[in-house]
Nanobody, 118 residues
C-alpha cells in the first residue's frame, strides 16, 4: 500500500513563492509516475506536473516557466517549487503516485491548500 503526505501549502501574495513537498511510503519504483494535481474552488481537478524516474518532467501550459517538479528517488519524495504565483493558482494541491504493475493504480495525498492573494 502507498501513502502520500503533502506539506508546504499556505497563504502567499501574488508574485511570491512556495515549495510543496510530498513524502511517499510503500513500494514505488523509479519507473512509476509521481506528480501534482490541483483543484481550484468550484472546478475539477487538473494536472499540474508529473515526472517519471529518469529526469523527464511534464507541465501544464499554465505553469510552464513558473513551476518546477523534482524527485528525490532514494526517499520517494517529490517537490513542487512554485514561483511568480498568481491568484489563479489558488487551489488544493494533491500529490499523486501512479504505480505501474499488472495494472496502473493511482494513489492520492490528502491535499494542501495554496492561497494566493492579490
Amino acid at each position: 500500500q502507498v501513502q502520500l503526505v503533502e506539506s508546504g501549502g499556505g497563504l502567499v501574495q501574488a508574485g511570491g513563492s512556495l515549495r510543496l513537498s510530498c513524502v511517499a511510503s510503500g513500494t514505488i519504483f523509479s519507473g512509476d509516475g509521481m506528480g501534482w494535481f490541483r483543484q481550484p474552488p468550484g472546478k475539477q481537478r487538473e494536472l499540474v506536473a508529473f515526472t517519471i524516474g529518469g529526469g523527464e518532467a511534464n507541465y501544464s501550459d499554465s505553469v510552464k516557466g513558473r513551476f518546477t517538479i523534482s524527485r528525490d528517488a532514494p526517499r520517494n519524495t517529490i517537490y513542487l517549487q512554485m514561483s511568480s504565483l498568481k491568484p489563479e493558482d489558488t487551489a488544493v494541491y494533491f500529490c499523486n503516485a501512479r504505480v505501474r504493475r499488472h495494472t496502473d493504480t493511482d494513489y492520492w495525498g490528502q491535499g494542501t491548500q495554496v492561497t494566493v492573494s492579490s
